[in-house]
Each structure stands twice: as C-alpha cells, then as structure tokens.
C-alpha cells in the first residue's frame, strides 16, 4: 500500500502528535508498505524533499505557540510530486495547514481520506485568548472540530475512550470512529537496550545519588500541564521522604514560573529542571527515575506514560479517562484523585521497595501490548476500509474546491 501522512509536526520537533506519525511511519514501513510523509519546514520559502526517507517539507509561518508554524494549504508547486506517489490512502494528524492541503488534495485525485484526532484543542484556547472569550472560543473550537472531522474524513481514529466520547456525546459525531491506542516503539525503552553505563553518566550528571528515589514528569512545562500541583505535593512529601527527589523533564513558557514556585517553597534543591532533551536521549532519563507521575488532565493518551512504563517505571497519574487501559490501579500503575492520594502512593513506593518492583514488572508487561507494530495493524485496517468503502463518503466545501481547482487547470490546459 502507498500511504500518505499528512501532519504539521514532525521530528526534529519533539510532541506527542510528532512521535505518533514517526513510530507509525516506521511500523508500517517494517510491514512493507511505501510511506510518504508531507510536514512543515522551518523556512519560510524553502521546499524540501528527502527522496531517500520520504519526507516532503512545505515553508511554514510561526503562529506563536511553541514550535508550531503553519503552511500554506495549497502548495502548487509540489502537487505534482505528491500526485507522483499515487497513493492509496491520505492519513491526516492535524485539521489545519497541511491538514487542509490533505483534504483538498484527497478530493481532488479521489483518494480515501483517513484522520486522527489528537488534540484537545478546548484546554488550549487559553493561548489565543488569553482568558477572554472563553466560551465563544471554545464554541468555534467546537465547530472547526467537527467540520474538520465530520465533513472531510472517510474514517476518524481516536486514541481514547475520553476522545471518542468528545465526539459522540458533546459533538453528536454520528460516522464511524475507531478507537486505536498509540502506540510505541516501546523496544527502544526496554531495559536490555540501554546502556548502562551512559545511565551511571546521567545519574552523575544530575546530581543523583545512590541513595535517592528519583519521581519524574516528562512533558511540555505549560499550565495545562498541571506542573505546579507536583511542585507543591513535593514539599509535603520531603517531610516523610528525605532522598527523594523530583525531576521535571522539558521545556516550556512555563518553567520560570514552576523554578520561582519551587524556591518560594524550599525545595529548589531536591527538584531537578533538565530543560529540553533530545528524542535519542529520553529512555535515559527514565532509567535514572524509580517512579513517573502527571497531574495533566489535557491529554487524549499521554504517550510518556507508556514509555515510563516500557522502562520499568512505575506510572502514577491523576485519575483521567486518557488513562484508562493503560494505567490500572494497584496493579501497574497507581491512580490518584486527590493530592492526599498521590502523596500517600508516592510514600507507599518509597518505602516498600519489593511492592515497586513487583508493579513495574506489571507496567512493562502493559507496556508490550502498545506497541507501534499493534498500532500499525490497528491503523491498516482502518485504511482498508477507507478505500473500500470510498464512494460513499462527501467532503463538502472541499469538494468544491477540488472541482474549481481541476475547472482552472483544465481552463489553463486547453488554451
């Protein structure tokens, strides 16, 4: 099958959307399948295409949040290119900029378009508005959400039971949607793939001690991340743990703010900030940590808790629907709903070692079931679908716009 991902982010950028479509690109490659990549580049007028890997850039414009930049939804001068792959299937990650050249481009040459949700896009209006318009943001959230979804997509992939109930119970999405976890190169965290001698450097590095119980969070340092709950449970829990230390992993517009919060309180020096850390780096920084925690209820899956677990650490989140069937309470993971919880869990693990170890076991167990080889299988089956069945499926205003598109190239050919 010739198979093209459509997405705005893609590595070097490090995101959960950006590891989705790397693991699933190499996946499906491994099942020997031709796997076309279209992305964003960093330029704002330069193309760029890696014939040896794929992988199709189109100028992008920064929008101000992270490291995100839009394109240009209709890039004229690579349609050629990308009609030259004759793909079988259009598989789209985001509903703007490359996500709407996607759409056109589906309709246009006739090809089943497939899309996955990935983000919660109503706990990020706070960015563009800034507190104001609130609920009116989050209406036309709301809208775009199921336009994009709903009138272009042949099939729509989910990861979680939370999305899915997103789209059926608030936005009465009534086409199919396929619930598919993402998944891992989950082998790369594995414990008899690290070295143990770069984890030593690393301990060394930080500042962490033989002696020291390592709880870490790995993610992006913003407000919906929840951070500072970590930060203000840590001061509580030094008071029954005395070697233990937090470590925050990433960067973000929020880290002054969680570094003041942790010297206002006096635990600056048990909680160590490593800043960004780059993709190839990341299992080590696991295999430093005993326990992985988050407080973050904005997430559709939360993919570093499944590494956590593939390193044999133990995960405790915050009691989320994101979570479910990944992280089941007592046996590979905890579940926490209240601070008093998550600080009476870390305690339990810090203290009782011979508990720690039988439920990391039970994590790297869980973690092998989410693997990007399950995922890939999960995904081709949607695809399959999706061209069977292409001729059922409307694209509304895209349609339009693929017909006025051919009209003026035909318009151009014939004089």
């Not at 450097?201 to 929840?226: C, Q």
């Not at 993709?279 to 992985?292: A, E, G």
């Not at 205003?397 to 190239?409: A, D, L, P, Q, W």
Request: charged residues 25%.
């Amino acid at each position: 099958m010739r198979i093209g991902l459509f997405t705005d982010t893609y590595p070097p950028y490090i995101n959960g959307v950006s590891t989705s479509v790397n693991m699933l690109k190499k996946a499906l490659e491994k099942k020997g399948h031709k796997v076309y990549v279209v992305t964003v580049n960093d330029s704002l007028i330069k193309y760029d295409y890696d014939e040896e890997n794929n992988v199709l850039k189109i100028p992008g414009v920064p929008i101000g949040i992270y490291d995100y930049r839009i394109s240009r939804i209709y890039p004229l001068k690579m349609i050629n290119l990308v009609k030259s792959w004759k793909l079988d299937v259009i598989h789209s990650h985001t509903e703007f900029g490359i996500g709407i050249f996607a759409r056109i481009f589906a309709k246009q040459f006739n090809i089943p378009l497939v899309h996955t949700y990935h983000t919660m896009y109503e706990d990020y209006v706070y960015y563009i508005t800034h507190g104001y318009f609130d609920k009116s943001s989050k209406k036309i959230v709301e809208y775009l959400t199921k336009f994009y979804c709903d009138k272009t997509a042949s099939e729509l992939i989910v990861p979680t039971a939370k999305t899915y109930r997103l789209f059926v119970d608030k936005y009465k999405f009534d086409k199919n949607i396929h619930i598919i976890p993402t998944g891992i190169e989950v082998d790369r965290f594995f414990l008899e793939n690290i070295n143990s001698k770069t984890v030593a450097n690393l301990r060394k590095k930080l500042g962490i001690t033989k002696s020291d119980t390592v709880i870490t969070f790995v993610g992006r340092l913003a407000s919906e991340k929840n951070v500072e709950f970590l930060i203000n449970a840590h001061k509580k829990i030094l008071k029954k743990c005395k070697n233990i230390k937090l470590m925050i992993v990433g960067d973000g517009p929020g880290k002054e703010e969680l570094v003041s919060l942790a010297k206002s309180l006096g635990v600056e020096k048990s909680i160590i900030f490593t800043g960004k850390v780059a993709w190839k780096d990341i299992p080590y920084y696991y295999h430093v940590s005993d326990l992985f925690t988050t407080a973050s209820k904005s997430e559709t899956q939360g993919l570093t808790i499944i590494e956590a677990m593939a390193s044999n650490v133990v995960p405790i989140v915050i009691e989320d629907e994101a979570f479910h069937g990944t992280v089941i309470n007592g046996i590979n993971g905890y579940v926490f709903n209240k601070e008093d919880e998550y600080i009476s869990d870390v305690i339990k693990l810090y203290s009782d070692k011979k508990l720690r170890k039988m439920i990391s076991e039970q994590a790297r167990i869980q973690s092998e079931h989410l693997s990007s080889a399950t995922y890939a299988e999960n995904v081709l089956t949607v695809y399959n679908r999706a061209i069977k069945n292409r001729n059922e499926y409307r694209y509304g205003i895209f349609s339009k716009i693929g017909k006025y598109i051919r009209r003026v190239k035909d318009d151009s050919s014939s004089k």
